[in-house]
């Protein structure tokens, strides 16, 4: 049995796409030689969640996806097809506000009396005298006094709970059961005033919470009674607070609350828990506690036990306390319900993956029971391979003198760090500042350390932290830490001035540098523990806010390396560094994921392998935005803050445009072109409001962000400018063939070098989508299995590839590959093979081995100058000229068959010549094996 999943789809789950749609479609994925479904997160979401990371109850599987009932159906069909299912979980966080988490409900009625009130992570002693003991609830849509007095807020009666609460548009608040005492005190009925008492009493018993339970009942019983609910409701009309008394007596009893009600925009700056990023609506869960975890986890144990789950696929893990501690735990617990699974489900091993971006140099760790990550780093690297780095130097040239912005992309990123912890996570940025003025005071040598310089060094480290963040521990910082942590502080040093200089010496040891294990045990070990913690799950989120949702819409030297887990200031390396990380993911982490699109992607697979095509041709981009300026002169606007769009706004346009352009899309008006100028408008506004420049998702700019959809829609529809469309349009055409070759080979390497491969949902046609929510656009799934059956041959295809057939055969045929031969996949070893002749460096060649067999993967790499003058995504023969790909000796003189063309190909020199290999198609796989096609496809 394989230890590892041969291929994987992943699917988008939501009430439009549930289980049960799946269903039909496990005949095709098993076609396509997909052996296991890798679904969004299914445990209960918010309602009409698209994407399942809002959960709300984790003991049950969503009923908007088909409930538990749906979930066993689908395993059912996966298991008559030999094939398996992985599952996306949620660890570091749940959906909060609202009314349907009964949890944060359970937390707001009691405070920290709630036996979940340590579920989530909330800093009940706040050192803001407001906020001692109570929880902010930064869900009003004004500020406070003016949400009570336009009568946002009010008091209601739940008759099903017998329960009291405030309610202000979708967010219930719930009231503390002994503040029901005041309420029903002043009740026109005795039976209620009679209740007053009993629940006011709640406040000092020690078994309050269960108390509450009964009194409920008994409330709920007499309200049952007509006149004793009409009491109630008139007297919570006195708590109207349109009236001068109503809205005093309504404040009172809010200001009695284990929460205080405030605007959303008071997060940033005084939130007292910690949220998934700056989203009030996610609040971080403290899984790090064994009764959390347990809670949480109790349904995916079951669903593994009970031979429903084959994997997991952990969210954000970078969010916890303590990934390792957290990962290894799940690694035991999931290993001992192995044996308890059904005979028809049995298991010998069950892979865990991980989200997790790497940055530049950093490795996963390999002590942490897990099988790799959810392939970021894969993409990024398939990515770099496909930039020409001939056009890194004019492309940086072009973006500063077009926008005046820098090409440095690591300027806007130290720009971004400072905005985002001075603004959206400046409350999370306090709560780590304080936690370590806490620390300095437990030291007599360290007491007079002030808070203002805490906050310089923390922010001056924060902002040239090089990952996401450190593992830090009871041991201290890990050897593998060291070196990012160095950088840091060398970059503060640069920063602050000398005076801050020893402050941070003490951060580099209050933040891992002494193990906490040779603090004595007590307070100052406690707030030692508490500020490293808190440190590591900042960092992690500033450089998320940083770098995706801002420094990637603020720089656009190439958009094709801005994308989540690339290094964007790193544009481009060679065959050797691509080798090189196939090999120590096959030593390392052989079954790790391979992605090239996931459903958080800001560009679709395709997209970005059609614009890296650009890097290639940088001196005809320079020219063509020259003229397309020009020609869109009357199509700005001049506002007080400046040009709409901003040179840089502009230049990105550009650049999407000629990425996304729909293949069969002309430039006359029509409501096709209606359609995409709709869906770059949604993209536009997203990528503004990220860049936080000249407009926001807290404060838009309607005169900013009109005049933009003013210029896109007039550059696309406007007759007036048709010459401009018309030459933009040309343009992406002559990309699209490069591009396409570009995606075809980034199919290809996602499938044969070492991990697994994951294919996103209708990938495997074109995919020219933008960031979400256009990458989760329904998939027209009949059409593609239509493709599938039509049969013809790879060759043939090539004419007409624009419909994406011979991207879906070319999957086919890999995987069908790589299911005859498993072990080529799983546990193959990669050998890079030298490539000689005059295009040598525009070709990536590798072989697999495995038992005596092997697979020879040949991949064309910037190859548009080679395309000069082609109508279709291939290289003609004669221009590889006398390029050669040299075999491994054992291979000398024996048969190849190449799966894409028909015959064998035999090597007597032990070299293959390019322009034989492809000659019939435009990427080239063979193996000593035997194999056609049509078997495979039984």
């Not at 329904?778 to 059409?783: E, F, L, N, R, S």
Request: glycine share 8%.
């Amino acid at each position: 049995m394989s230890r590892y999943p041969r291929a994987t789809v992943r699917l988008q789950f939501h009430r439009d796409f549930t289980l049960d749609d799946a269903l039909p479609l496990l005949d095709y994925f098993a076609s396509l030689g997909i052996s296991h479904v890798y679904a969004s997160p299914l445990l209960t979401a918010r309602p009409g969640s698209m994407h399942g990371y809002d959960v709300v109850d984790p003991t049950r599987i969503n009923p908007e996806l088909g409930g538990e009932e749906a979930l066993r159906r689908l395993v059912a069909g996966l298991r008559q097809r030999g094939m398996g299912l992985i599952l996306d979980i949620v660890s570091n966080h749940m959906a909060v506000g609202g009314d349907q988490n009964p949890w944060w409900l359970d937390v707001l009625e009691w405070g920290i009396r709630s036996p979940y009130a340590k579920f989530f992570d909330i800093q009940w002693h706040s050192p803001d005298p407001l906020l001692r003991g109570q929880l902010l609830v930064p869900f009003l849509g004004k500020d406070y006094g003016e949400a009570l007095q336009s009568g946002d807020v009010a008091l209601h009666y739940d008759p099903d709970q017998g329960a009291l609460y405030a309610q202000q548009y979708e967010h219930r608040f719930p009231l503390t059961p002994p503040s029901y005492g005041g309420i029903l005190a002043e009740c026109d009925h005795p039976a209620l005033t009679a209740l007053a008492t009993r629940f006011a009493a709640l406040d000092t018993a020690e078994q309050a919470w269960q108390q509450a339970r009964g009194l409920r009942e008994e409330l709920k019983r007499c309200c049952a009674e007509p006149a004793a609910h009409e009491a109630l409701t008139r007297r919570l009309g006195d708590y109207d607070g349109r009236q001068p008394e109503g809205f005093q007596r309504l404040h009172r009893l809010l200001e009695d609350q284990h929460y205080r009600l405030a605007s959303w925009r008071t997060a940033a700056d005084d939130i007292n828990w910690r949220r998934f990023f700056d989203i009030n609506e996610l609040g971080g869960l403290r899984v790090e506690r064994s009764e959390v975890f347990e809670a949480t986890h109790a349904k995916i144990f079951q669903l593994v036990e009970d031979g429903l789950v084959d994997g997991l696929r952990i969210d954000h893990v970078d969010g916890l306390a303590d990934p390792r501690g957290y990962c290894r735990k799940l690694r035991r617990r999931v290993n001992g319900l192995l044996a308890r699974r059904p005979a028809g489900a049995a298991l010998d091993y069950l892979p865990i993956y991980v989200e997790k971006i790497l940055g530049e140099g950093e490795q996963l760790r390999d002590d942490w029971g897990v099988d790799g990550t959810t392939g970021y780093e894969f993409m990024n690297e398939v990515s770099l391979l496909q930039h020409d780095p001939r056009g890194e130097a004019p492309l940086a040239t072009l973006w500063n003198t077009f926008t005046g912005r820098p090409a440095d992309f690591m300027e806007e990123v130290r720009e971004a760090r400072q905005l985002v912890l001075s603004g959206s996570l400046a409350g999370d940025f306090e709560a780590v500042a304080q936690a370590l003025l806490q620390v300095a005071r437990q030291d007599v040598m360290t007491r007079d350390l002030t808070l203002g310089a805490i906050r310089r060094a923390l922010m001056a480290l924060i902002v040239h932290f090089p990952v996401y963040r450190t593992y830090a521990g009871a041991s201290g910082r890990a050897p593998a830490d060291e070196p990012f942590f160095q950088q840091a502080l060398e970059g503060a040093h640069g920063s602050l001035a000398e005076i801050d200089w020893p402050l941070l010496d003490r951060l580099r040891d209050w933040l891992g540098g002494q193990p906490l294990r040779s603090v004595p045990p007590g307070r100052a070990r406690k707030v030692r523990r508490l500020a490293q913690s808190r440190f590591q799950q900042l960092t992690s989120p500033a450089a998320a806010k940083a770098v995706e949702d801002t420094a990637c819409y603020r720089s656009a030297v190439l958009l094709s390396r801005n994308d989540v887990g690339f290094d964007p200031q790193q544009f481009s390396a060679p065959a050797e560094a691509f080798h090189r990380q196939a090999r120590q993911r096959a030593q390392r982490f052989p079954g790790n994921l391979l992605t090239t699109a996931t459903h958080d992607h800001k560009r679709g697979e395709d997209t970005r392998a059609r614009l890296a095509a650009l890097s290639e041709r940088a001196a005809w981009f320079n020219e063509k935005v020259q003229y397309w300026y020009r020609l869109a002169a009357d199509l700005r606007h001049s506002l007080p803050d400046g040009l709409a769009p901003s040179p840089g706004d502009e230049l990105m346009l550009y650049q999407t445009l000629l990425a996304s352009w729909p293949l069969y899309l002309t430039a006359d008006v029509s409501d096709g072109v209606h359609a995409y100028a709709e869906r770059l408008w949604r993209w536009q506004e997203k990528a503004i409001r990220e860049a936080k420049l000249r407009s926001t998702w807290s404060a838009p700019s309607d005169a900013y962000e009109q005049a933009c959809r003013s210029y896109l829609f007039g550059l696309l529809e406007d007759p007036a400018h048709v010459a401009l469309r018309q030459d933009i349009a040309e343009a992406a055409m002559a990309l699209a063939v490069p591009g396409a070759l570009n995606g075809l080979v980034q199919a290809l390497l996602r499938m044969t070098t070492p991990g697994v491969p994951d294919l996103y949902q209708g990938c495997e046609f074109w995919d020219f989508s933008l960031v979400d929510p256009d990458n989760r656009q329904p998939v027209d799934y009949p059409a593609r299995a239509d493709a599938r059956r039509q049969g013809a041959e790879p060759s043939a295809l090539l004419a007409h590839w624009q419909d994406g057939r011979i991207k879906q055969v070319l999957v086919e045929r890999v995987l069908g590959l790589r299911n005859s031969e498993p072990a080529l996949g799983e546990t193959g070893d990669y050998q890079p093979l030298d490539v000689t002749g005059e295009q040598a460096e525009r070709v990536l060649a590798f072989a697999r081995q495995a038992e005596g067999r092997w697979v020879v993967v040949i991949a064309p790499r910037l190859v548009a100058g080679l395309l000069e003058g082609q109508a279709i995504p291939q290289v003609p023969a004669s221009r590889w000229g006398d390029t050669r790909v040299v075999l491994p000796a054992a291979l000398k003189g024996k048969n190849l068959t190449g799966i894409f063309s028909p015959g064998a190909i035999t090597n007597e020199q032990g070299t293959l010549a390019l322009a034989d290999v492809l000659a019939d198609f435009p990427v080239g796989v063979l193996t000593s094996a035997s194999y056609s096609p049509k078997e495979q496809a039984q």
